[in-house]
């Protein structure tokens, strides 16, 4: 009896090595994002069908699972395939109480390093061997993200992001490699929001459609900010054209090449459970410049401006009036000198026809 246990466990051990395998080399497509093409999956490369394909239905899939967990008697194996399930995400299972975000793959992580400052792989008319690593991990992360999202309560994103609310643009675009997969806050207008509906992958795990979402930071100079989402507000209906102030919550994914009006730029993207629609700030709340601070020491600096100068002008009346004193005393003296002295004689002139 032991001796067919251990045949057991090494089976189920084998088949999820094999699963494992071929979930890194099976990769959904992407569409290029350009000025009308969304940040959304689509669907995957045409391929004949696998005798393995069983495993890449997750009704199926988590079917086979549990009967090798039932099989796997012994406490070690069992654990080590609940493990490796979760990591394959068959079970789509979030940690038990977890008050923060799940992490993110971070082997993979590192990997799709490579899409940075690139446009969505497209994978729709490549044979799959033809397909990256560095593409198939990111679309294993975009689907680990997505899935996160989805099972995710807001408020663990809402906590995560806590850590991380001084990040602002500037350090998104030149320091996404740090950040990547960190839950980043997110606020400002959201200018366009767009539907599309989820991949067969994603709709298996129960998410219906993607949102897409165009957010302008109250920043100038930003480029708008790209998040996917899998929940809609109830208060907000996809459009081309709005001007909502909302808050986000997601993981930073990469910094990818999008076209736009102006040419391609680049801008951060991000994957989280939904938008927040809440109310604008004041313009002061928003990116208020002037600090008390810097009014206080403004009027101060003015006020000894104005002190100074009357003080200049004090001080020059004084000396202005010392100079007149002393020239009019030295006039006086000199007229008092020339009425004293004694007079010269001169001699009355003769007349023009007299002696």
Same mark, same amino acid.
């Given at each position: 009896?032991?001796?067919?246990?251990?045949?057991?466990?090494?089976?189920?051990?084998?088949?999820?090595?094999?699963?494992?395998?071929?979930?890194?080399?099976?990769?959904?497509? =992407?569409?290029?994002?350009?000025?009308?093409?969304?940040?959304?999956?689509?669907?995957?490369?045409?391929?004949? #069908?696998?005798?393995?394909?069983?495993?890449?239905?997750?009704? #199926?899939?988590?079917?086979?699972?549990?009967?090798?967990?039932?099989?796997?008697?012994?406490?070690?194996?069992?654990?080590?395939?609940?493990?490796?399930?979760?990591?394959?995400?068959?079970?789509?299972? !979030?940690?038990?109480?977890?008050?923060?975000?799940?992490?993110?793959?971070?082997?993979?992580?590192?990997?799709?390093?490579?899409?940075?400052?690139?446009?969505?792989?497209?994978?729709?008319?490549?044979?799959?061997?033809?397909?990256?690593?560095?593409?198939?991990?990111?679309?294993?992360?975009?689907?680990?993200?997505?899935?996160?999202?989805?099972?995710?309560?807001?408020?663990?994103?809402?906590?995560?992001?806590?850590?991380?609310?001084?990040?602002?643009?500037?350090?998104?675009?030149?320091?996404?490699?740090?950040?990547?997969?960190?839950?980043?806050?997110?606020?400002?207008?959201?200018?366009?929001?767009?539907?599309?509906?989820?991949?067969?992958?994603?709709?298996?795990?129960?998410?219906?459609?993607?949102?897409?979402?165009?957010?302008?930071?109250? !920043?100038?100079?930003?480029?708008?900010?790209?998040?996917? =989402?899998?929940?809609?507000?109830?208060?907000?209906?996809?459009?081309?054209?709005?001007?909502?102030?909302?808050?986000?919550?997601?993981?930073?994914?990469? #910094?990818?090449?999008?076209?736009?009006?102006?040419?391609?730029?680049?801008?951060?993207?991000?994957?989280?459970?939904?938008?927040?629609?809440?109310?604008?700030?004041?313009?002061?709340?928003?990116?208020?410049?002037?600090?008390?601070?810097?009014?206080?020491? =403004?009027?101060? =600096?003015?006020?000894?401006?104005?002190?100074?100068?009357?003080?200049?002008?004090?001080?020059?009346? #004084?000396?202005?009036?010392?100079?007149?004193?002393?020239?009019?005393?030295?006039?006086?003296?000199?007229?008092?000198?020339?009425?004293?002295?004694?007079?010269?004689?001169?001699?009355?002139?003769?007349?023009?026809?007299? !002696?």
């Amino acid at each position: 009896m032991k001796h067919w246990q251990a045949r057991l466990d090494c089976l189920a051990l084998a088949a999820l090595f094999v699963l494992s395998a071929l979930c890194d080399n099976a990769a959904s497509g =992407f569409q290029e994002l350009g000025a009308e093409a969304p940040a959304v999956p689509i669907e995957a490369v045409k391929r004949e #069908r696998d005798p393995l394909e069983f495993w890449f239905d997750p009704v #199926r899939a988590r079917a086979g699972a549990t009967a090798q967990l039932i099989l796997a008697q012994q406490p070690v194996t069992a654990t080590a395939l609940r493990i490796a399930g979760k990591a394959l995400q068959v079970w789509g299972e !979030t940690e038990f109480g977890s008050e923060r975000a799940p992490d993110l793959d971070a082997r993979r992580l590192a990997s799709i390093s490579e899409r940075d400052g690139k446009p969505m792989p497209n994978l729709e008319k490549r044979a799959p061997d033809l397909v990256t690593k560095a593409e198939r991990d990111y679309i294993a992360i975009y689907n680990q993200a997505f899935v996160n999202s989805f099972q995710t309560p807001i408020g663990a994103f809402i906590k995560s992001a806590r850590e991380n609310e001084h990040v602002n643009f500037a350090r998104m675009y030149q320091q996404t490699g740090k950040l990547r997969g960190k839950v980043i806050p997110i606020k400002g207008f959201l200018r366009r929001l767009r539907e599309f509906d989820a991949s067969p992958s994603l709709q298996a795990k129960g998410i219906k459609y993607i949102y897409e979402g165009w957010i302008a930071l109250p !920043t100038d100079g930003a480029h708008p900010i790209c998040v996917v =989402f899998p929940i809609l507000p109830e208060k907000l209906k996809p459009t081309e054209n709005m001007n909502r102030w909302v808050e986000f919550y997601g993981y930073l994914i990469n #910094r990818y090449k999008y076209r736009s009006g102006r040419g391609d730029l680049e801008t951060p993207f991000l994957i989280g459970p939904t938008v927040i629609p809440a109310p604008q700030p004041p313009p002061d709340e928003q990116a208020s410049v002037v600090t008390p601070t810097m009014l206080y020491g =403004f009027v101060g =600096f003015i006020v000894a401006v104005a002190l100074t100068v009357v003080a200049l002008n004090l001080w020059f009346r #004084r000396g202005d009036r010392q100079v007149r004193d002393h020239l009019a005393q030295r006039q006086a003296e000199r007229a008092l000198e020339a009425f004293s002295g004694p007079q010269p004689f001169e001699p009355d002139k003769p007349h023009e026809h007299g !002696t």
